[in-house]
């Protein structure tokens, strides 16, 4: 069975084009999303996962309409191949149920993995020249210790949490999350 996936990213675009595009290509069932494609939550995307048995293609119209990220797809694609089916982009002519396209894609995924280890490398390399320089990453502290002090002496003297937060210019959450340190 052809099951074809169509994804656009807002009620403005129009699927017709991709779905014109499967049907044309033999899919007998076509899921649609309207979401972004970096969306976690694709619920047609499921259902057309769920409903490949062994032997079945899913169909989509390029891959960019599947995955945002060459990640996102090679997870899909061994998602699919776990099914026994085949993944099939007709713009890309990618068809992993030929052993050139299999290829191809598992070097795309090989790709992938390599950049993400340099990207990690080059990530802690980074931090690591920051902490030898003396600067650490992170969000500025929202209170200095003068300020600490400050709100104690508003509180001790009679003033709400509340009232001291305000004069410190933090929010009550803020303050309590100080004084408890």
Known sequence: MRIGYVQVSTTDQSPDLQSQALAADGCERIFCDIASGTSA?????????????PGDHLVVWKLDR???SLPDLIQLGA????????LVS???????????S????RLLGAISDFERS??????????AEAR??????GRPKAMTDKDLAAARALIVGGHSVREAAGRIGV???TLYRYLRQ
Not at 41 to 53: I, V
Not at 79 to 86: H, N, R, V
Not at 118 to 127: F, M, N, S, Y
């Open 41 to 53: 939550t694709r619920p047609e995307l499921a259902r057309a996962l769920d409903m490949l048995r």
């Open 66 to 68: 599947l995955g945002r």
């Open 79 to 86: 998602q699919i191949e776990a099914k026994g089916a085949d």
């Open 90 to 100: 007709l713009t890309d002519r990618i068809d992993t149920s030929s052993a050139g």
């Open 102 to 105: 299999r290829l191809l894609f």
């Open 118 to 127: 340099l990207v990690r490398e080059r990530t802690l390399a980074g931090l």
């Open 132 to 137: 030898r320089k003396g600067r650490t990453g």
């Open 171 to 173: 929010s009550v959450p």
